[in-house]
């Protein structure tokens, strides 16, 4: 059964530190790696990893992902308090033609401080 | 302008009742999704939809039902509604698969009583 795991489950910072969530996984037939964030409601998209070691970055958020060990980061740097959500991170593998599965992590927790 | 939306946003019912969810979505995408996340916030993918096949479909009871009248609108059916299926549900829709092009609705907070 494919697995996703996040690390931690919730985190406290103050605003302008810089904090790292983890996601390791297990899956068969891996396809794509995804990072959303949840605030009040909907989540909303963050990145979208593939390759190994190709780091994504949006703004004060960045992302890498390492196929070998299994495993992607997000970083947030100088951490303010509307960043201050769940973190989601997603799996997407293969399952057969044009099928896929995704399976998601329990999210982290960031509560950012002011 | 709302990208996707659903109705309706709150859905208080018995348990044993039959609901239906609407999506609809005006951005062009082939692609749409129900999502389910329960009250630990655990987020699952129940179904997929591109160009009107169903494309993943996660081991959901077949008490739920999608249903795409056409590319705008995905709607989900719910059959003998359960304790269980109290959760938030999210639809979403994207072009083809590319997550990035992503976007998720508000929401309906589902009940069962």
């Known amino acids: 059964e494919d697995k996703v795991v996040q690390s931690p489950l919730s985190l406290v910072v103050h605003e302008g530190d810089t904090v790292t969530l983890n996601c390791s996984y297990e899956v068969t037939n891996f396809r794509s790696l995804l990072w959303y964030k949840q605030e009040k409601k909907a989540p909303t998209f963050l990145f979208m990893l593939?390759?190994?070691?190709i780091e994504k970055k949006s703004g004060r958020l960045s992302s890498i992902l390492d196929k070998k060990e299994l495993f992607s980061i997000l970083n947030i740097t100088a951490t303010q308090t509307g960043d201050s959500a769940v973190y989601l991170c997603?799996?997407?593998?293969?399952?057969?033609?044009?099928?896929?599965?995704?399976?998601f992590g329990k999210g982290t927790l960031l509560t950012v401080n002011p | 302008d709302t990208a996707v939306s659903q109705t309706p946003k709150y859905l208080v019912t018995q348990m044993g009742n039959d609901k239906s969810i609407k999506c609809e979505q005006n951005?062009?995408?082939?692609?749409m999704y129900w999502y389910k996340q329960d009250s630990k916030k655990f987020l699952k993918i129940m179904f997929s939809y591109n160009n009107k096949e169903l494309i993943i479909n996660e081991t959901v009871p077949n008490r739920f039902s999608p249903k795409s009248p056409d590319k705008a609108h995905l709607n989900l059916h719910i059959n003998s509604l359960e304790l269980g299926d109290s959760a938030v549900y999210f639809c979403a829709s994207s072009q083809g698969l590319r997550k990035e092009t992503q976007y998720f609705g508000p929401g309906t907070r589902l009940l069962v009583l």
């Open positions: 593939t390759s190994s070691g």
């Open positions: 997603a799996v997407e593998a293969q399952s057969g033609g044009s099928n896929y599965k995704l399976t």
């Open positions: 951005l062009g995408h082939d692609t």
